[in-house]
């Protein structure tokens, strides 16, 4: 699924620099364990969608360096013959702990953790940070433009303005998983197998003498699925009065018109109007798609505002996520164990102090299925209700877990040894994971604006180990 | 240089369908002629770094469908046999008109013009606009964050922030045309011949007992090139400290540390305190390296506080291109003529109708070599002194070009019947080549803030042309 190999120089220098460190000074087999996680929820929300799972185990099980790569990082001249030896022969053969790609997932959560030598954990620190980054950025942000939609069907239109090739395909495998799941991008639909949509560019109209020419002409190439644009010259007076006629010229031939689609002006009053056109032409059927700079927030007021879209495309703020809060998502990767001892990135702020050691990360559900809260524990201490819980970044908030909920742990081992041990979900299961998940968070969470914002916890024994290691450095 | 084989299915479903309409109704073979342009110069500045000219004709030049392209399309049930005979067969074999790269272009110019048969030059919309897009978009960004360091360096540090593996490799590219000429990305360095850059992570200070005998580790293993990340506890008190006995532990072996990094904290203020320190310990040749969140309008503060920084390392903010007008770049690819005739797309607003037909575009530059004003012009069109030119938006506002300038064509032919005609500038000389644009800009065009608007006019024939087709449509 992978549609090109991935290199092994998909790296920031300083991994390589360091592994040779670790090596020379022969720590290169230490015991490490690595989480990877972020501080800030994007797009000012509540919540974010892991999606970028099979990508990187994929990734890591084929990671390989070259002769190629070996003589380039020879030719650099920082490197001994002993440790290029080593690279030459290096496999990543480290444990992959993570939730289902789909899950939502929260700040400070560990999302993906890597277990095993101190170098092959290391290395993969910089492409595990590109692909779970990028694509659980793109799930987040189309789980909210899904979600403004409601009813109405997505389609992830992008491509042209992704950054770089592979941002458009791997935005549309992150959109599909956040519940948007056709694409205009062909490329993603031959290695992802998304649905792909598309029909004519204004170029098309401007090609023929006139436009009701240029929607005959598409509508006689493709009798059962041409969706006419519209607007090229006056939507109202001339492209939807066009569209109507090719409408009715393809029913008296046996066919429907499967659509016309708006790309500028005012979409909520022209879907409107367009909607009475065409009904009282006599086809209700035929389906108003919108496009145009659409986010969330338009989606949202269009539909306030009683807008007659059935479709959506939406491209570069789906693509680039855009919006306050976006454009990334600020993932981190952090050594939280290493040779037997837990370990903390001190600082005088708790809220960024890091959280030390292998952890379980477990949702505590309520009886109807709702989502109470997150709570992150050590790896084997048992939780459950009636347990007093932290604030991570203030643990002098405090609650118990209330009775009656259950406590379900989130993540599973996914690559032992260097290979992956269980058959991964397919892209169709990751986006019902995610559909499902959504469906089941506390009320005011999906709100696009001020939403009420997900609880999520440490467990006594994770904010004592904490408490007792910040103590020990400030000592020091 | 392309890393890997743009997939002919780079592309939006509706460059097939379009091309599936042409090729059924006999029109595939019409000449035309697509101007690619944008109409906002990016972060509301005045300018914009034209880039990836080289992946674009790179693109063109390989451009087939395979095998299993023609597989996946024939499964889609959507094309004709015939059609898909056209495909196995398709070459790109168009004339490709463009600025070299690292050209500084303004909004409303061909940056980039095709002509050719109509479904080749229609087909290659969507790549042509990812590609280049997103590497101009960067190289912009760049030329901003350098020219706020001023002679300070700035290496690109963004690939685990970047949209993807490409958009990585993408970024380091456009990055170095705009004057970032060093990446963390290693891969970039293979691919590009990029300089590359970095040393240690946090985790590196983590892995050892404390932070004295991290950074003696590190100088051991990289004795002539080590740059020490202070700031994992304390900077002014641990890390510079600590940081000032490697150094002189390393002069008294013979070697000289390189430098310090600081990555947190108020960096104006840390970089003085930090100078003095080595200053005053008899290193004034340790250079200070900063990064955390940092961009052009962060640089600049910083050095107007009198930071002391040498060497910027600028990821998230570059890779993504955040800030205020930002995120991307919202080039478009229209058609300008068609089978002998000028095109327009129309509307009521001319500042968004097109400039029709083939056009040259012409630089304006005073006699000690500033750049005075872009103009574009009707192919056979000349320009002088004296000629009327008008302002594309609102043709009321005209003026003369002034006595004494030279007006110089900015555009070639660098592919002709599909094949590359002429050698490609090597990334140096782009970025050499952008470098010298930037020093010729008029005064105040690149401040931060407000800068001043570097005038493109559009010359009286072209005017006249457009005014023209515009009554025409209108009277329709």
Partial sequence: MTPFRYSALLT??????????????????????????????????????????????????????????????????????DFLDYLRD???????IAPPEGTLIFNHEPLLTVEGKLAEAQLVETALLNIVNYQTLIATKAARIQGAAGDGVVLEFGLRRAHGPDG??????????????????????QVLGIEVKGTHAHSWVMAFADELSSFRAYADVFPDSAVLLVDTYDTLRSGVPNAITVAQELRDKGHELLGIRLDSGDLAYLSKQARHMLDEAGFPEVKIVASNELDEYVIDSIRKEGGRIDIYGVGTNLVTAA??????????????????????KVTSDVAKATLPDRKRLIRVVEPDGTFHQDVMCCENESLKPGDMVFDPTNPAHRKKIPEGVQ????????????????????LDACADHCAAQLKRMPNGCLRLYNPHIYKVSISQGLNALRSRLMEKYLED
């Avoid at 990877?36 to 969608?49: D, H, I, Q, T, W």
């Avoid at 290096?90 to 992959?96: H, I, L, M, Q």
């Avoid at 935005?171 to 490329?187: D, P, Y």
């Avoid at 990334?328 to 903390?344: E, I, T």
Wanted: proline share 2%; glycine share 12%.
């Fill in 90 to 96: 290096f496999r990543f053969r480290c444990k992959v």
């Fill in 407 to 426: 406590c379900e742990d989130l993540r599973q081992v996914w690559m032992d040894d260097g290979k992956i041990k269980k058959e991964l979900p397919a």
């Fill in 168 to 189: 458009g395909l791997s935005a549309a495998r992150g959109a599909f998983i956040g519940g948007v799941r056709s694409t205009s991008n062909v490329w993603a639909g």
């Fill in 12 to 81: 920031d220098f300083y991994e390589l620099t360091m592994l040779a460190g670790y090596f020379e000074k022969g720590m290169h087999e230490d015991e490490a364990v690595f989480d990877l996680f972020f501080r800030k929820n994007p797009f000012k929300g509540s919540y974010a969608v892991f999606a970028g799972l099979e990508t990187a185990l994929r990734y890591l099980e084929e990671l390989r360096f070259t002769d190629e790569d070996i003589a380039y990082l020879d030719a650099l001249g920082k490197f001994s013959a």
């Fill in 323 to 344: 919006g306050e809060g976006g454009g990334h998502l600020g993932g981190v990767y952090k050594l939280v164990r290493h040779a037997g001892r837990p370990k903390l």
